[in-house]
């Protein structure tokens, strides 16, 4: 094969927001597979805002990345070549195969995606990590019951887009947060939000939650952290469930994210707030993978996907996390099937 495997690397540590001279594009040789081995092609790359903490040199739930190696991260490729009997050539799978258009894996590293479910994409988004983060979060720690009120924040991305409609299968009102006029026309319109406020617009969200919210906030499910919690914090009912899922405007800060503190909030209100990641839930993933897949089936779920072609935008496409560029979950598709 003359053809070379194309590898975006991290050579700079950003400080502050990220910009593209933290990445760098080089190409090596593709590493042909031995026994027990397969050649892959990169077929979608998903970007996360979880990446971010990775490029700091400090410690975290899962590793810093090194300066001049390759970027991990979720990955759908095709099996070329099978020199194990556990897949076979035309396989699509899926694993942590980073920002590359090759990838020659152990059998043990990937794992088999069922075609007929839904496109192969959703297995990145609504049935993969971002689905599972909505499904274990929201069902396991915010609880949401029939009739009660969930705030979503980062609302129209991949988490708290699935976020919102299980809880409207669960009966509850829902209220999304988001960035943009289109997301929030997106969350009420195709989604079925009760309510969405634009938190770039508005000129006080306080007030803006109060009237979207008359009987207060049973469950907060935060994708940001910041002064936006802060807002949803004032509005809290007494035993409500905050899942903390991620904190995206805090993760190009500078320095330490101060405001006010929660405790008092948390006392006053019997409140309930608890830290996540997907992962503690790894034992549950094929529960929550079918009941997605069947409210999928069943039409109870939607999903849209902002999908960016071409290896090389790979960057541009994580950037654009921070800008809020993104419905749903943000992909990169790199290359098609082939036939
Ligand atoms: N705990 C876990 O295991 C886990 C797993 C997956 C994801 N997460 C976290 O969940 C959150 C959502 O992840 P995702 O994959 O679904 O991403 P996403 O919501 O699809 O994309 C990121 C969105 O964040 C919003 N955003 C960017 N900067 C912001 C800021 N300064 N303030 C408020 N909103 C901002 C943007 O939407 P707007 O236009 O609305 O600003 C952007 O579209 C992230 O914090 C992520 O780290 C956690």
Same mark, same amino acid.
């Given at each position: 094969? *003359?053809?070379?495997?194309?590898?975006?690397?991290?050579?700079? /540590?950003?400080?502050?927001?990220?910009?593209?001279?933290?990445?760098?594009?080089?190409?090596?040789?593709?590493?042909?597979?031995?026994?027990?081995? +397969?050649?892959?092609?990169?077929?979608?790359?998903?970007?996360?805002?979880?990446?971010?903490? /990775?490029?700091?040199?400090?410690?975290?739930?899962?590793?810093?990345? =090194?300066?001049?190696?390759?970027?991990?991260?979720?990955?759908?490729?095709?099996?070329?070549?099978?020199?194990?009997?556990?897949?076979?050539?035309?396989?699509?799978?899926?694993?942590?195969? #980073?920002?590359?258009?090759?990838?020659?894996?152990?059998?043990?590293?990937? /794992?088999?995606?069922?075609?007929?479910?839904?496109?192969?994409?959703? &297995?990145?988004?609504?049935?993969?990590?971002?689905?599972?983060?909505?499904? %274990?979060?929201?069902?396991?720690?915010?609880?949401?019951?029939?009739?009660?009120?969930?705030?979503?924040?980062?609302?129209?991305?991949?988490?708290?887009?699935?976020?919102? =409609?299980?809880?409207?299968?669960?009966?509850?009102?829902?209220?999304?947060?988001?960035?943009? @006029?289109?997301?929030?026309?997106?969350?009420?319109?195709?989604?079925?939000?009760?309510?969405?406020?634009?938190?770039?617009?508005?000129?006080?969200?306080?007030?803006?939650?109060?009237?979207?919210?008359?009987? #207060?906030?049973?469950?907060?499910?935060?994708?940001?952290?910041?002064?936006?919690?802060?807002?949803?914090?004032? &509005?809290?009912?007494?035993?409500?469930?905050?899942?903390?899922?991620?904190?995206?405007?805090?993760?190009?800060?500078?320095?330490?994210? +101060?405001?006010?503190?929660?405790?008092?909030?948390?006392?006053?209100?019997?409140?309930?707030?608890?830290?996540?990641?997907?992962?503690? %839930?790894? @034992?549950?993933?094929?529960?929550?993978?079918?009941?997605?897949?069947?409210?999928?089936?069943?039409?109870?779920?939607?999903?849209?996907?902002?999908?960016?072609?071409?290896?090389? *935008?790979?960057?541009?496409?994580?950037?654009?996390?921070?800008?809020?560029?993104?419905?749903?979950?943000?992909?990169?598709?790199?290359?098609?099937?082939?036939?």
């Amino acid at each position: 094969m *003359n053809e070379k495997n194309k590898q975006i690397l991290l050579v700079k /540590r950003p400080k502050g927001t990220p910009d593209s001279d933290s990445f760098q594009v080089i190409e090596s040789d593709i590493k042909q597979p031995e026994n027990g081995e +397969v050649l892959i092609r990169t077929l979608y790359v998903s970007v996360d805002p979880y990446l971010r903490g /990775r490029m700091i040199d400090a410690p975290s739930y899962v590793a810093p990345f =090194q300066l001049n190696e390759v970027i991990e991260g979720g990955v759908i490729g095709e099996v070329l070549e099978s020199k194990t009997d556990q897949l076979n050539q035309g396989d699509i799978v899926i694993g942590g195969f #980073g920002w590359q258009t090759y990838y020659t894996a152990k059998a043990t590293e990937v /794992r088999k995606i069922d075609q007929d479910i839904a496109p192969i994409s959703t &297995h990145l988004g609504i049935l993969g990590m971002t689905g599972l983060t909505a499904y %274990f979060g929201l069902l396991d720690i915010g609880k949401p019951k029939k009739n009660e009120t969930v705030v979503i924040s980062g609302a129209a991305g991949a988490v708290g887009s699935v976020v919102g =409609q299980i809880a409207r299968i669960k009966g509850a009102r829902v209220v999304g947060i988001a960035g943009s @006029n289109e997301k929030l026309q997106y969350l009420k319109e195709e989604l079925q939000f009760d309510e969405a406020i634009n938190y770039k617009t508005t000129s006080n969200l306080k007030d803006d939650l109060a009237s979207a919210c008359p009987n #207060g906030v049973d469950v907060y499910f935060d994708n940001v952290g910041g002064e936006i919690s802060d807002a949803v914090h004032a &509005h809290l009912n007494k035993f409500a469930r905050i899942p903390v899922c991620g904190a995206i405007s805090s993760y190009n800060l500078e320095g330490e994210d +101060v405001g006010p503190r929660v405790q008092t909030t948390l006392i006053k209100k019997s409140a309930f707030m608890q830290g996540f990641t997907v992962g503690d %839930f790894a @034992n549950q993933f094929p529960d929550g993978t079918a009941e997605l897949a069947k409210w999928l089936n069943e039409g109870k779920l939607q999903y849209q996907e902002t999908i960016k072609e071409g290896f090389e *935008n790979i960057p541009d496409a994580f950037l654009d996390l921070f800008k809020g560029n993104n419905i749903g979950k943000l992909l990169v598709k790199v290359a098609d099937i082939s036939n």
